[in-house]
């Protein structure tokens, strides 16, 4: 197992010049970003940057909500609770209480498949790790165990060889994100965001 802890995160500038991403890890499979997970403060209104190719799944990790409006719908993204679309599609973000900061995971859907479930404590759970991927998870609150470490808000701990066993209190909560990789003829490989 693999934590980074939030203190360790890297400011790096949207595509799109409007605000800033934490990286936390990806996929790399030879030169090809196959996935990645990464925090993004929000400040205010606006449009998302085009991931043509992409999956994404988004979920508002804390502050207020947020709707995101597409050429044929609007997608409400409320705390804790994970939105799936395509990363290609034209997204305009409307705050609804104020700036909020938010885990984004996108995957090449023709090389792995992507999931983020919301656990709340108290838990005591095995998190069994797909056959041929990873687990990640992400602190939403308190201080929640996995495999025996304590982890605080906003860490992430990244398992890729062995089941997780999670242990959540009263008030811990966090996100598990599962990647299952379909094409095993090239290895893609972990590379976290470290100082």
Request: net charge negative.
């Amino acid at each position: 197992m693999r934590i980074l802890h939030l203190s360790a995160l890297i400011d790096v500038p949207w595509k799109n010049g409007g605000g800033v991403t934490r990286n936390i890890a990806k996929g790399m499979r030879r030169d090809h970003v196959v996935w990645t997970i990464s925090r993004a403060d929000v400040a205010q209104d606006g449009a998302f940057s085009d991931f043509s190719g992409m999956m994404r799944v988004l979920t508002v990790v804390s502050g207020g909500a947020m709707v995101l409006d597409t050429p044929s719908t609007s997608l409400e993204a409320n705390l804790w609770e994970p939105v799936r679309f395509e990363g290609a599609l034209k997204v305009h973000s409307r705050l609804q209480d104020g700036p909020l900061t938010d885990l984004n995971l996108m995957f090449d859907p023709a090389l792995c498949e992507g999931d983020v479930i919301t656990h709340r404590g108290p838990l005591d759970q095995i998190a069994r790790r797909p056959m041929q991927g990873i687990l990640a998870f992400h602190v939403l609150s308190g201080n929640p165990m996995i495999n025996a470490a304590r982890l605080s808000t906003g860490d992430t701990a990244l398992i890729t060889e062995t089941d997780a066993t999670l242990t959540l209190a009263d008030g811990d909560a966090l996100l598990e994100i599962r990647l299952t990789y379909l094409d095993q003829s090239d290895a893609i490989r972990l590379c976290m965001a470290e100082r």
